[in-house]
């Protein structure tokens, strides 16, 4: 079992910055896959950048040249950058785990296939 505490969030103006932070209970360092998920209000939850074991990382067109996700294996922490952040990007943002994905493509993994969930941390992006 791995808990997953996700802190950074908060309110900006639309072109700014903000930095998530996920803090594991202990080494991920085996997960397959790593990432970073958000849902709006009414919603679905929707991957945006994925990490695996090898360090690789992919990203939704959406926030791709925008977001990137990271980990320090030394802190267990898994981090995601956000810069020039839109209205649309406001959401409430979870880190994910997932230790034995059905698939090759992460990015495409449905929230279904990741078995550890943060509690979500809120980002709202002012116009």
């Known amino acids: 079992q791995v808990q997953l505490a996700e802190s950074g969030g908060g309110s900006v103006r639309a072109g700014g910055s903000l930095k998530l932070a996920c803090t594991a209970s202990?080494?991920?360092?085996?997960?397959?896959?790593m990432a970073w998920f958000r849902q709006a209000p009414g919603g679905g939850r929707e991957a945006v950048a994925v990490?695996?074991?090898?360090?690789?990382?992919n990203y939704a067109d959406s926030v791709k040249g925008r977001f990137t996700i990271s980990k320090d294996n030394t802190k267990n922490t898994l981090t995601l950058q956000m810069n020039a952040l839109k209205p649309e990007d406001s959401a409430m943002y979870y880190c994910?785990?997932?230790?034995?994905?059905?698939?090759?493509?992460?990015?495409?993994?449905?929230?279904?296939?990741?078995?550890?969930w943060g509690q979500g941390t809120q980002v709202t992006v002012s116009s």
């Open positions: 994910a785990a997932d230790y034995a994905p059905t698939s090759d493509d992460l990015l495409s993994l449905p929230a279904i296939d990741f078995g550890y």
């Open positions: 202990r080494s991920t360092t085996i997960s397959k896959c």
């Open positions: 990490l695996d074991m090898d360090g690789s990382t």
